[in-house]
C-alpha cells in the first residue's frame, strides 16, 4: 500500500547528539515537508522540498538539517544546535507544488526525547 | 490573535450524539482541510474543500468563504470517533489550528 513511513517512532538522545529521522515515501509526490507538534500549539513547518535537490526553511528552522537526494526521502537531522529538541515530529507529503497542491498525507510521526 | 481557531478545544458526547467543531480563519485561503489525529500520534486527511459540501460516510464537512467558516460534522458519533480533529487553511502557506479532542464514551 502507498504511504509515508517514518522512523524511528520513539527516540532518546542525549543532549549535544545529533539525530536524523527517516521519513521515505512511495506515493510519488513532489512535495515534502516536517512539521512540528508541541503541546496546545498547531503544527509548526520545520522544512519543505518542492522538487528532488531543492529545498526551503520554514517557520522554524534553526537547529534543523534536512536533504532531499531521492524524490521519495526527505530526512530530517535535529542537530545539537536546537535549544528544545524535545517534540513530536511529523512528515507529510502532497502530489504537487504551488496552489492547489492536493491533499495531505502524513506519517505516524517520531517523538523525540532528550534527556 | 491566532490566524486560526478552533472550537471547542475539548468535547465530550455520549455515543450516537450530533457533533460539530467549529473552525474560524482570518487569512485568505485556496483550500481548507480537515484532518484526524489518533491517539498514537499519525494523522489522516478527512476532507479537503474550497467551497461548499463534502461528506464521506458520517462525516461531513461545510464552508463558508465569505464568513471564512467551517464545520465538521459528525452524525451518530463512535468511540471510535475519539481523536483530535485539527483545522488547516492553505493560504500562501499552510496554517494548522491548535485542533479539538473529542471523546465519545459508550
Known amino acids: 500500500d502507498g504511504g509515508i513511513t517514518q522512523s524511528p517512532k520513539y527516540l532518546f538522545r542525549k543532549e549535544g547528539q545529533n539525530v536524523t529521522l527517516s521519513c521515505e515515501q512511495n506515493?510519488?509526490?513532489?512535495?515534502m515537508y516536517w512539521y512540528r507538534q508541541d503541546p496546545g500549539q498547531g503544527l509548526r513547518l520545520i522544512y519543505y522540498?518542492?522538487?528532488?535537490?531543492?529545498?526551503q526553511k520554514g517557520d522554524i528552522a534553526e537547529g534543523y538539517s534536512v536533504s532531499r537526494e531521492k524524490k521519495e526521502s526527505f530526512p530530517l537531522t535535529v542537530t545539537s544546535a536546537q535549544k528544545n529538541p524535545t517534540a513530536f515530529y511529523l512528515c507529510?507529503?502532497?502530489?504537487?507544488?504551488?496552489?492547489?497542491?492536493?491533499?495531505?498525507?502524513f506519517g505516524e510521526g517520531s517523538r523525540l526525547t532528550v534527556l | 490573535k491566532n490566524e486560526v481557531e478552533q472550537s471547542p478545544q475539548n468535547l465530550t458526547a455520549q455515543e450516537g450524539e450530533f457533533i460539530t467543531i467549529n473552525c474560524s480563519y482570518s487569512v485568505g485561503i485556496s483550500a481548507l482541510h480537515w484532518l484526524q489525529q489518533h491517539p498514537g500520534g499519525g494523522i489522516v486527511s478527512l476532507f479537503m474543500?474550497?467551497?461548499g459540501k463534502k461528506k464521506h460516510g458520517r462525516l461531513i464537512a461545510t464552508i463558508n468563504i465569505q464568513e471564512k467558516h467551517s464545520s465538521l460534522h459528525i452524525t451518530a458519533s463512535h468511540p471510535r470517533d475519539s481523536a483530535v480533529y485539527i483545522c488547516a487553511v492553505q493560504g500562501d502557506k499552510l496554517i494548522f489550528g491548535t485542533g479539538t479532542r473529542l471523546q465519545v464514551f459508550p
Open positions: 522540498s518542492q522538487i528532488v535537490n531543492d529545498f
Open positions: 507529510a507529503s502532497r502530489p504537487r507544488t504551488g496552489a492547489n497542491t492536493g491533499e495531505l498525507f
Open positions: 506515493l510519488n509526490h513532489d512535495a
Open positions: 474543500l474550497s467551497s
